[in-house]
């Protein structure tokens, strides 16, 4: 008896260990912040965790001495329960083998004279390859139920973002027939979008993912829903309701693809994003699946289409060579047409577009998302303004006009009148909760000059990016044109995310591309000549925000976006938009 309590007693102790609270902080990650809740440690105090310490490792550590200084005795199984509730079982595993390792001298010496330990690098290597394939399938199962369960929604304040709980709250999206639908590109022609959407027959979600087919093709605007819809496929798969006959899926984002444009082929790609689960596991030999997201976001999108042997970009070769497995590719409706033109394979393929919300899923919205004595507003709201009512059928725009509306006070009927008076107003709702403080009003906030020149810095980042299609970039890059970001960089947040990679170093990106778009346009209308606008093939999309900013109305919010440039030479707005449209 006395022997067991000190066997325990020493695997209690190893918390106190500083090589098991490193290896262990370093094995949480990303999910410090979860754990942090489950042990019970205050938001308010995980939030100054989160500001004071200046990477995922240091934020991780912290948590876990700040919840060891907080109890008596804390002890493993306390930090497993935690685990547990986080469906987090590979850190259970990970805490045995850092028990497991930290035993005595002479127990290790014995130990590993029996069996390779996992800490030298050609026995991981000996144990990986003979990984059979149900147990990486269970383990791709594991992380996208993990990470995907609860997605999260863009909304303000992006440091602690809303948990949807995608299983049980997501709304059935309108998806139609791609060939037969017309592709509604143009964002001007929204206010006959909603009638188009009903006039299509949608087909059930069922007859698209439960069937087996090799290629899905999946077009939509930008925020449509596309994303949303990927990762409840995820989800599906995971639980054994879509792709039975699947063993393999491998989820691959465009934005951080083009961070890996010296990767040559599948196997080395799977290594960077999945380097934990396959770790050089040969999957040529198993029915395999890739998810491709956000097509329109890759940099080298032309040299895919006109894929030749002399491509300067390996990454191109890479996507190319995923063509010869089963795979599904979403992306905006530009980039899914050129994609077409290489995309003639004879097999089974579908090709379906997405139309966002029917007239029922926006109702379900509200019902779900708004609160009970807001509801009311937010309807008739909708009711009455048909644009409203049509750009509602797009799930980012639904969800911002519903915390608009129900955080404003008071609002003009005109709010929603057009595309661009509610970019406007999203921008606007961004900009006073992220950077306005003390309560001072988006007016008083403008008057001040320096004030403008700082909205225009970020509309001049927005473009410049926008314009080199870098959706994912560097601080470097920001610096070539916003030489004082360095110094200035956290005022920035807000409109632009910090991320940390797996590596441990930050990249940036706009939290959608949709304020992106809506910033470069600002940026054009109060910096560039109606034919450098119009010379610049880059701005297509966003000719119709660009017209709009014209807009003359009092009591429009765009009255705050156009003015911002003291250089430039005011003309009138009649001969600006005949330059456009003549």
Request: one cysteine or more.
């Given at each position: 008896?006395?022997?067991?309590n000190?066997?325990?007693k020493k695997?209690?102790?190893?918390?106190?260990?500083q090589?098991?609270?490193?290896?262990?902080?370093?094995?949480?990650?990303?999910?410090?912040k979860?754990?942090?809740?489950w042990?019970?440690?205050?938001?308010?105090?995980?939030d100054?965790?989160d500001?004071?310490?200046?990477?995922?490792?240091?934020?991780?550590?912290?948590?876990?001495?700040?919840?060891?200084?907080?109890n008596?005795?804390?002890?493993?199984?306390?930090?497993?329960?935690?685990l547990?509730?986080?469906d987090?079982?590979?850190?259970?595993?990970?805490?045995?083998?850092?028990?497991k390792?930290s035993?005595?001298p002479?127990?290790?010496?014995r130990?590993?004279?029996?069996?390779?330990?996992?800490?030298?690098p050609?026995s991981?290597?000996r144990?990986s390859?003979?990984?059979d394939?149900?147990?990486?399938?269970?383990?791709?199962?594991?992380?996208?139920?993990?990470?995907?369960?609860?997605?999260?929604?863009v909304?303000?304040?992006?440091k602690s973002p809303?948990?949807?709980?995608?299983?049980?709250?997501f709304?059935?999206?309108?998806?139609?027939d791609?060939?037969?639908?017309?592709?509604?590109?143009?964002?001007?022609e929204?206010?006959k979008?909603l009638?188009?959407q009903?006039s299509?027959t949608?087909?059930?979600?069922s007859e698209?993912?439960?069937?087996d087919k090799?290629?899905?093709?999946i077009?939509?605007?930008?925020?449509?829903?596309k994303?949303?819809?990927?990762?409840?496929?995820?989800?599906?798969?995971s639980n054994?309701?879509?792709w039975?006959?699947?063993?393999?899926?491998?989820y691959?984002?465009?934005?951080r693809?083009n961070?890996?444009?010296?990767?040559?082929?599948?196997?080395?790609?799977?290594n960077?994003?999945?380097?934990?689960?396959?770790?050089?596991f040969d999957?040529?030999?198993?029915?395999?699946?890739?998810?491709?997201?956000g097509?329109?976001?890759?940099k080298y999108l032309?040299e895919?289409?006109n894929?030749s042997?002399s491509?300067?970009?390996?990454?191109?070769?890479?996507?190319?060579?995923?063509?010869?497995?089963?795979?599904v590719?979403?992306?905006?409706?530009?980039?899914?047409?050129?994609?077409?033109?290489i995309s003639?394979?004879?097999c089974?393929?579908?090709?379906i577009?997405i139309m966002?919300?029917?007239?029922?899923?926006i109702?379900n919205?509200i019902?779900?998302?708004?609160?009970?004595?807001k509801?009311?507003?937010?309807?008739?709201?909708l009711?009455?303004?048909?644009?409203?009512?049509?750009?509602?059928?797009?799930?980012?725009?639904?969800?911002?006009m519903?915390?608009?509306?129900?955080?404003?006070?008071?609002?003009?009927k005109?709010s929603?009148l057009?595309?661009?008076?509610?970019y406007?107003?999203?921008?606007?709702?961004?900009?006073?909760k992220?950077?306005?403080?003390n309560?001072?009003s988006?007016f008083?906030?403008?008057?001040?000059?320096?004030?403008?020149?700082y909205i225009?810095?970020?509309?001049?980042?927005?473009?410049?990016?926008?314009?080199?299609n870098?959706?994912i970039?560097s601080?470097?890059?920001?610096?070539?044109?916003?030489i004082?970001?360095?110094?200035?960089?956290?005022?920035?947040?807000?409109f632009?995310?910090?991320?940390?990679?797996?590596?441990?170093?930050?990249?940036?990106?706009f939290?959608?591309?949709?304020?992106?778009?809506f910033?470069?346009s600002?940026?054009a209308?109060n910096?560039?000549?109606?034919?450098?606008?119009?010379?610049?093939?880059?701005?297509?999309?966003?000719l119709?925000?660009?017209?709009?900013?014209?807009?003359k109305?009092?009591?429009?919010?765009?009255?705050?976006?156009?003015?911002?440039?003291?250089?430039?030479?005011?003309?009138?707005?009649s001969?600006?938009?005949f330059?456009?449209?003549?």
């Amino acid at each position: 008896m006395a022997q067991n309590n000190t066997y325990a007693k020493k695997h209690e102790n190893i918390l106190y260990s500083q090589e098991f609270k490193l290896n262990f902080s370093k094995s949480v990650g990303v999910d410090w912040k979860i754990l942090g809740l489950w042990l019970n440690i205050q938001e308010n105090c995980i939030d100054t965790i989160d500001h004071d310490k200046p990477n995922t490792l240091e934020k991780a550590y912290k948590m876990l001495t700040t919840w060891m200084q907080m109890n008596d005795n804390p002890t493993l199984e306390e930090l497993k329960t935690a685990l547990r509730n986080m469906d987090r079982i590979d850190l259970i595993r990970k805490i045995d083998e850092l028990t497991k390792t930290s035993s005595s001298p002479e127990s290790s010496t014995r130990t590993s004279s029996k069996k390779e330990t996992s800490s030298s690098p050609e026995s991981s290597t000996r144990t990986s390859s003979k990984k059979d394939i149900s147990e990486i399938c269970t383990a791709l199962k594991s992380l996208y139920l993990s990470s995907y369960v609860k997605i999260n929604e863009v909304q303000v304040p992006l440091k602690s973002p809303a948990n949807v709980n995608l299983m049980h709250k997501f709304v059935d999206l309108c998806i139609v027939d791609a060939v037969n639908a017309q592709t509604d590109a143009v964002l001007s022609e929204r206010k006959k979008f909603l009638q188009k959407q009903l006039s299509y027959t949608p087909i059930p979600y069922s007859e698209i993912f439960m069937k087996d087919k090799s290629v899905t093709i999946i077009s939509g605007i930008a925020g449509i829903g596309k994303t949303w819809l990927l990762r409840k496929c995820l989800l599906d798969w995971s639980n054994g309701l879509i792709w039975k006959n699947v063993k393999l899926v491998f989820y691959l984002e465009c934005r951080r693809l083009n961070q890996y444009q010296n990767i040559s082929n599948i196997h080395e790609l799977l290594n960077v994003f999945y380097k934990d689960i396959i770790n050089d596991f040969d999957i040529s030999t198993h029915s395999t699946l890739f998810i491709i997201d956000g097509l329109d976001e890759f940099k080298y999108l032309n040299e895919l289409i006109n894929c030749s042997s002399s491509c300067n970009y390996p990454i191109v070769n890479v996507l190319t060579e995923i063509r010869k497995y089963k795979y599904v590719v979403a992306g905006r409706v530009h980039a899914i047409d050129q994609y077409q033109s290489i995309s003639t394979e004879d097999c089974e393929k579908i090709n379906i577009q997405i139309m966002g919300f029917n007239e029922g899923g926006i109702n379900n919205y509200i019902e779900n998302n708004v609160l009970e004595e807001k509801k009311d507003v937010v309807k008739a709201t909708l009711k009455e303004s048909a644009y409203a009512k049509s750009m509602s059928s797009v799930p980012f725009f639904l969800s911002f006009m519903c915390r608009i509306i129900s955080n404003s006070k008071s609002l003009y009927k005109n709010s929603f009148l057009t595309m661009t008076d509610l970019y406007a107003n999203i921008f606007l709702h961004f900009l006073q909760k992220h950077i306005i403080k003390n309560n001072e009003s988006i007016f008083q906030f403008m008057k001040n000059n320096s004030n403008k020149e700082y909205i225009l810095n970020i509309c001049k980042i927005a473009y410049q990016l926008f314009v080199e299609n870098k959706v994912i970039f560097s601080k470097e890059d920001i610096q070539t044109f916003i030489i004082d970001f360095d110094k200035n960089e956290e005022t920035f947040f807000g409109f632009i995310e910090r991320i940390e990679t797996s590596l441990g170093e930050y990249i940036y990106q706009f939290a959608h591309l949709t304020i992106m778009e809506f910033c470069a346009s600002i940026y054009a209308y109060n910096c560039l000549s109606s034919e450098e606008i119009m010379t610049n093939e880059k701005l297509k999309s966003c000719l119709s925000m660009i017209c709009g900013l014209t807009n003359k109305n009092l009591n429009s919010s765009l009255k705050f976006l156009v003015n911002l440039n003291p250089l430039k030479q005011t003309c009138e707005d009649s001969l600006f938009l005949f330059s456009i449209f003549g």
